[in-house]
């Protein structure tokens, strides 16, 4: 999960960077899905990536625009069988 916080709130610089030049995403960064805060202060992205490198990568594409938070998180289903010990 990555949230990103628009640098002075302003979402406008970062639509109009993807409209021109796409999610900037290196291959093997998966896009599955966002949502973005109703003020559009945020956007929570959930991304796929056995890589760190690929996500440092792609967060280097928008730095000037958002700061960035990366949680690593698991399904539900995933973090049930590790407490199982499945």
Same mark, same amino acid.
């Given at each position: 999960?990555?949230?990103?916080?628009?640098?002075?709130?302003?979402?406008?610089?970062?639509?109009?960077?993807? *409209?021109?030049?796409?999610?900037?995403?290196?291959?093997? $960064?998966?896009?599955?899905?966002?949502?973005?805060? *109703?003020?559009?202060?945020?956007?929570?992205? $959930?991304?796929?990536?056995?890589? $760190?490198? $690929?996500?440092?990568?792609?967060?280097?594409?928008? *730095?000037?625009?958002?700061?960035?938070?990366?949680?690593?998180?698991?399904?539900?289903?995933?973090?049930? *069988?590790?407490?199982?010990?499945?």
């Amino acid at each position: 999960m990555v949230i990103e916080r628009f640098r002075d709130h302003n979402a406008h610089p970062i639509y109009e960077r993807a *409209a021109e030049r796409g999610r900037i995403m290196p291959e093997g $960064l998966v896009y599955v899905d966002s949502w973005v805060e *109703a003020g559009f202060g945020r956007c929570f992205q $959930l991304i796929r990536c056995d890589d $760190l490198t $690929l996500v440092m990568a792609w967060i280097a594409q928008w *730095a000037d625009l958002v700061e960035f938070e990366v949680i690593p998180v698991v399904t539900s289903r995933e973090a049930a *069988a590790v407490i199982r010990g499945d």
